[in-house]
């Protein structure tokens, strides 16, 4: 019913492999207890983009937002490294989320609450 990522842009002129090593969502005061991903490792070829999803929200659990504007979170660290190498970086960073859930479509806007990319 309803599923939130983010988009990684690789700007530069080689590929970058990542690691997920945390990935949360929350959408007022609900979450996906023991979230299951399909990957926790990819590749960004060179001057690409990826997303990566968090699974999706039942109509069930997101059912008391509908009409609504609820307010959330997305936090998430993630390791990165040319595919050849050791992971050398670490980005982290916390988003405050606003959603607009409408029976039959969704909008979301996002503020960047913190944020650090630093060595390994």
Do not use: C, W
């Not at 599923?3 to 959408?27: C, K, M, S, W």
């Amino acid at each position: 019913m309803l599923q939130l990522g983010v988009l990684f842009r690789n700007a530069t002129d080689r590929p970058l492999r990542y690691h997920v090593e945390q990935f949360d969502v929350v959408i007022g005061d609900r979450t996906i207890a023991n979230p299951k991903f399909h990957s926790a490792e990819g590749l960004i070829p060179r001057a690409a983009q990826r997303r990566y999803f968090y699974p999706p929200f039942t109509r069930e659990q997101i059912e008391a937002f509908i009409g609504k504007n609820p307010q959330g979170s997305i936090t998430f660290e993630f390791r990165y490294g040319h595919p050849d190498g050791p992971f050398v970086r670490r980005l982290k960073m916390k988003l405050s989320i606003s959603l607009v859930l409408a029976s039959d479509k969704a909008a979301a806007a996002d503020i960047i609450l913190s944020e650090s990319d630093d060595p390994v």
